[in-house]
């Protein structure tokens, strides 16, 4: 197996889990993409490795467990602590970035309804050497 880092990345749209295969896939071939459906599967695909992920992306709006509370059970656990989580989401709304922040999420992306937008949020993502990365209130959020 060649050298490659494992992203997990959970969204309950199905057409979003594809498209962002392809968008990882077309920027490198060194990222292997876990995708799940929602927060149980992503809870239960962390607590029984392998693979352990490098990153994780996190849909807040979702269905049942939404990505907050998906956050909030994972920063409720040791061993997830550190787990790099990103929080991917349509929304822009200040109260969705501080509540995430305020739960524990390492970064938070707003998804671009344009492509080469989306590529580079992603490209951006990929970029960050996470376990060095230290959040704070300057560069908790991504912007273009």
């Known amino acids: 197996m060649k050298n490659e880092l494992t992203i997990f990345y959970t969204d309950d749209d199905q057409e979003d889990l594809e498209f962002f295969r392809e968008i ?69 709304d200040e109260a969705a970035i501080e509540k995430s922040r305020l739960l524990g999420a390492t970064y938070y992306i707003p998804k671009s309804g344009i492509f080469e937008n989306l590529k580079k949020s992603i490209e951006h993502v990929l970029g960050i050497n996470w376990p060095s990365f230290i959040t704070t209130d300057k560069n908790f959020v991504y912007s273009l």
Do not use: C
């Open 24 to 92: 990882v896939g077309s920027i490198s071939d060194d990222w292997h993409v876990v995708t799940q459906s929602n927060g149980p599967e992503l809870l239960h695909a962390l607590d029984n490795p392998p693979p352990h992920p490098y990153v994780v992306m996190l849909d807040i709006n979702m269905p049942g467990m939404t990505g907050f509370d998906v956050l909030k059970a994972l920063r409720s656990q040791r061993e997830h602590k550190e787990l790099p989580i990103v929080m991917f989401s349509t929304s822009r």
